[in-house]
């Protein structure tokens, strides 16, 4: 743990006078439109928990924002951290539990916050981290009269390896305007400017921080509506969709800004569009039906909203009015992260199937079969949101620190983002399958240090066979997340590819968590919460048809075994190659 010393603050250096008392309450900011201009930095709105976390004899302990201890609640941040049994440190930030496209969730969180004592279980299901932005004391010593630009340097210098901490992004000398686009692209809250120069004002609202929440605007078409409670006759609510292939697919009830202007407006227009059955093609969430009036998808309206969830609503949808356009203009926005159902876990987005043409497995035209489109698909439905967040942040930790370090993790990023964009129908090697394996690994070490231990061979007899393109790294990132991640002393992962007669087989293994009694010995049997290795069953087996298997070995507590078979064929060979075994 890096000490007030080690970095060169002294007690007066910090701002620290005699008797001061500890911070009880954070700072908060001020509602407002993003400042222009220079002396601001601008931060990302995480939706979360508020929290001040403190440092002392007994570990971490974590406090609202209302004074409320919920250290019990989130057991998992204070274990195996070593900043967490150092005396005298305190933190603001927000504990976060992330969506299945990697946005904070309110949603998931209220599932651990209600929890006082989480069983490993649904800390495994719902796992959160805690979102430092701002450092209080260090060592006792107060940081709060330093400025803003002091405390987030401080703050990059402690070391608060070995824990669920992240230290989300603050931009200086960048346009406001790009930082709230980007906040929009990526389905986050808001944004906040915090000057440059500002004191840490405990408890206290300023408007030396200034935040913005990000609202959206959307066309919708008027599925039905629903009376208000004390006037039967009136609108209370709206319900809405927008069109999709199958139909029209629910979006909402919008209750907020449903006015007596609103009202007004719908007066006479909705009671000829009435009719028996819903117009809706998908199915009303629980609880939304009753006395609804259902309406012929007519009528289109606008709502301003936060974000669309993963499960495909509008978040906080407010009536804007009528709009004068056919319901056929009416489409949802293409979102960075993609939308998917409740009912897939993380893995399935991550993974989801590729359509891919089934050809037969021959030397001669195996190298033909997924489409351009196909592969390029494939291998953005990789692209883990949640692996870029967190690459990116473990990065910006080493730019101040370790310069050089910061170079060379970019570097392997942008090898690895180049590898996995790759756009054409080719098939890839063994070789540089697992080469991109263990640029993923370097990236994910820069963030778990001495957590995750990485070991990466193949052998060179099979490193031209040839394979379908990031086959390799879902099964690695499976790995690290449902194996090391949810073990408090981490562990290793490795990755070998070898000859077996005329075969080639790659070897993905951890001594993690392990996937429980429900994964057993073949792919097909896999639980949806590892889709990945299904997914990748079935790529291997549109490519090489039954020339090819995958077989699972795992058992809870000791880890996880992948093991993909293949037919050894190289792309120079009109035959399938006999490899010798090493």
């Known amino acids: ?194 000057r440059l120069e500002s004191t840490y004002q405990v408890g206290r609202r300023s408007r030396s921080w200034i935040e913005a929440p990000v609202r959206r605007t959307q066309d919708v078409v008027v599925g039905g509506w629903i009376p208000a409670r004390d006037r039967p006759g009136t609108v209370g609510a709206l319900l809405v969709g927008v069109p999709g292939e199958s139909g029209l697919s629910y979006s909402g009830r919008v209750v907020t800004g449903v006015t007596a202007a609103a009202r007004r407006e719908l007066d006479g227009i909705l009671t000829p569009l009435e009719r028996e059955v819903s117009p809706f093609a998908t199915a009303l969430p629980e609880g939304e039906g009753g006395a609804v009036h259902w309406l012929a998808p007519r009528l289109v309206g606008q709502v301003e909203h936060r974000r669309w969830t993963a499960t495909g609503l509008l978040e906080r949808p407010t009536w804007q009015g009528l709009r004068a356009a056919h319901p056929a203009t009416v489409a949802a926005p293409v979102l960075s992260a993609p939308v998917v159902d409740t009912d897939l876990e993380l893995d399935d987005l991550e993974t989801a199937e590729v359509p891919t043409r089934r050809t037969p497995a021959t030397p001669a035209d195996v190298v033909a079969v997924p489409s351009a489109e196909d592969v390029e698909s494939a291998l953005r439905s990789r692209f883990s949101a949640h692996f870029v967040h967190n690459t990116l942040t473990a990065i910006a930790s080493y730019v101040r620190t370790d310069p050089g370090r910061a170079r060379e993790l970019l570097t392997e990023f942008a090898d690895f983002t180049r590898y996995s964009f790759r756009s054409g129908g080719e098939l890839t090697t063994v070789g540089d399958e697992l080469h991109n394996a263990e640029r993923y690994l370097t990236l994910e070490q820069a963030r778990f240090g001495q957590r995750l231990r990485a070991e990466v061979a193949v052998a060179p007899e099979v490193r031209h066979v040839l394979v ?95 093991r993909l078979r293949l037919p050894a064929i190289t792309a120079s060979a009109a035959e399938p190659s006999r490899v010798l075994v090493g």
């Open 1 to 194: 743990m890096t000490d007030v010393a080690t970095l060169g603050f002294s007690g007066a250096a910090l701002g620290t006078t005699a008797g001061e008392a500890s911070p009880g309450r954070p700072m908060l900011a001020s509602a407002g439109d993003i400042p222009r201009g220079a002396g601001w930095a601008f931060e990302f709105v995480w939706d979360g928990l508020r929290c001040l976390a403190r440092t002392g004899a007994d570990g971490l302990v974590l406090v609202t924002e209302a004074g409320r201890d919920v250290t019990s609640h989130f057991p998992e941040l204070g274990v195996s951290a070593p900043w967490t049994s150092t005396e005298g440190l305190v933190l603001d930030g927000v504990v976060v539990a992330l969506d299945g496209v990697g946005r904070p969730s309110a949603g998931k969180l209220r599932r651990r916050a209600r929890v006082a004592h989480p069983s490993e279980i649904l800390q495994a299901r719902v796992p959160v981290s805690f979102y430092v932005f701002d450092v209080l004391e260090v060592a006792g010593a107060s940081t709060r009269r330093l400025p803003y630009r002091q405390r987030r340097e401080l703050l990059a210098e402690l070391d608060l390896s070995g824990s669920r901490v992240v230290i989300p992004p603050s931009f200086t000398g960048v346009d406001a305007d790009a930082v709230v686009s980007t906040a929009r692209r990526y389905g986050l809250d808001g944004v906040v400017a915090k």
């Open 468 to 562: 379908p393109p990031f086959v390799v790294a879902p099964l690695v990132e499976n790995a690290v997340r449902h194996g090391i991640e949810p073990v408090p002393g981490g562990g290793s992962v490795s990755v070998f590819a070898s000859g077996s007669g005329s075969d080639c087989v790659i070897t993905v293994s951890d001594d993690g968590a392990g996937m429980g009694p429900e994964a057993t010995r073949t792919a097909s049997q896999v639980d949806r919460r590892h889709g990945g290795i299904a997914e990748v069953s079935r790529r291997l087996h549109a490519t090489f048809g039954s020339q090819c298997d995958v077989h699972v070995d795992t058992r809870p507590g000791v880890g996880t075994a992948v």
